[in-house]
């Protein structure tokens, strides 16, 4: 049986992401042999504001830097927004410096951005318009459409639910978005983002909202572990997390 350090780079008021990428990873190993452990270094940030984030994004340096220290396996940047809203691409810049940090300290190892996971997840399913779920100010929620168009990638119709404090988005009922994507002008969209960040709990309703809107729905944090399995060359499956991570796209 194999076992897989998965280190993750949060801010420091994230409390989703250590939870549903465990949750993904637990549920397969139900189907899988492969076993996963969970190590994570933070950067300061508690409310969504782009001076916290670019404040934030200077220390992902030291996390890479800290999660090579264990020797983890493979390492996902968390935190959609910071790395959109600093420019065009960025995603691309900061998986290569961060990886190099991991070179410099002895112990190499691939990283993942939910940025561009998200970006990778959606070009995997052939998705070419979207709608979409943030709970961005209006203006950063408008930083991601952006920043997906330069990718290939249409967002036909988004709702920035307008949470700046952190520790609010997370208190945020996943319960809720289903209604709040099916109210969006999804009928063109080839997919829905039912949490275009890694803080927005949605995996608990992720399969509800497929169903209810007849789609794949994803979800950033579907996305960056479906992106992390691939790092680690093993195949993208987790079950009860929709269409992205059925085996369809191993």
Same mark, same amino acid.
């Given at each position: 049986?194999?076992?897989?350090?998965?280190?993750?780079?949060?801010?420091?008021s994230?409390? !989703?992401m250590? !939870? %549903?990428?465990p *949750?993904?990873?637990?549920a397969?190993?139900?189907?899988?042999?492969e076993?996963?452990?969970?190590? $994570? $270094?933070?950067?300061r940030?508690?409310?969504?504001?782009?001076?916290?984030?670019?404040?934030?994004?200077a220390?992902?340096d030291?996390c890479?830097?800290?999660?090579?220290?264990?020797?983890?396996?493979?390492?996902?940047?968390?935190?959609?927004?910071a790395?959109?809203? !600093?420019?065009?691409?960025?995603? /691309? %810049?900061?998986?290569?410096?961060?990886?190099? /940090?991991t070179?410099e300290?002895? &112990?190499?190892?691939?990283?993942v951005t $939910?940025a561009? #996971?998200?970006? &990778?997840?959606?070009h995997?399913?052939?998705? @070419? @318009?979207? =709608?979409?779920?943030?709970?961005?100010? /209006?203006?950063? &929620?408008? !930083?991601?459409?952006?920043y997906?168009?330069?990718?290939?990638v249409?967002?036909?119709?988004?709702?920035?639910? %307008?949470? =700046?404090d952190?520790?609010e988005? #997370?208190?945020?009922?996943?319960?809720?978005l289903?209604?709040?994507?099916e /109210?969006?002008a999804?009928s063109? *969209?080839?997919?829905?983002?039912?949490?275009?960040?890694?803080?927005?709990?949605?995996? $608990?309703?992720v399969?509800?909202a497929?169903?209810?809107?007849? @789609?794949?729905?994803?979800?950033?944090?579907?996305?960056?572990?479906?992106?992390?399995?691939?790092a680690?060359g093993?195949?993208?499956?987790a079950p009860? #997390?929709?269409?992205?991570?059925?085996?369809?796209?191993?």
């Amino acid at each position: 049986m194999t076992s897989y350090r998965i280190g993750q780079i949060v801010p420091s008021s994230n409390v !989703t992401m250590e !939870t %549903e990428v465990p *949750a993904l990873l637990r549920a397969r190993e139900a189907i899988a042999p492969e076993r996963f452990t969970f190590h $994570s $270094s933070r950067m300061r940030m508690t409310r969504v504001t782009p001076e916290q984030l670019r404040a934030m994004d200077a220390e992902s340096d030291r996390c890479a830097a800290e999660l090579s220290d264990a020797r983890v396996d493979v390492i996902g940047y968390a935190c959609l927004v910071a790395v959109m809203a !600093t420019g065009p691409g960025y995603h /691309r %810049e900061a998986e290569q410096r961060l990886h190099r /940090r991991t070179v410099e300290n002895g &112990a190499p190892a691939p990283v993942v951005t $939910s940025a561009g #996971a998200l970006v &990778a997840g959606l070009h995997t399913l052939g998705a @070419k @318009k979207i =709608a979409m779920v943030t709970p961005y100010p /209006r203006p950063l &929620a408008r !930083t991601v459409v952006d920043y997906l168009a330069r990718e290939g990638v249409e967002v036909l119709d988004h709702a920035a639910l %307008e949470i =700046a404090d952190n520790l609010e988005v #997370a208190a945020h009922d996943p319960a809720r978005l289903p209604a709040i994507a099916e /109210r969006l002008a999804h009928s063109g *969209a080839d997919a829905v983002v039912l949490s275009a960040c890694v803080q927005l709990p949605s995996l $608990s309703a992720v399969e509800e909202a497929e169903q209810q809107l007849g @789609k794949p729905v994803v979800s950033a944090a579907i996305c960056t572990t479906h992106q992390l399995l691939r790092a680690l060359g093993l195949p993208a499956v987790a079950p009860g #997390a929709g269409h992205l991570l059925s085996g369809a796209y191993r």
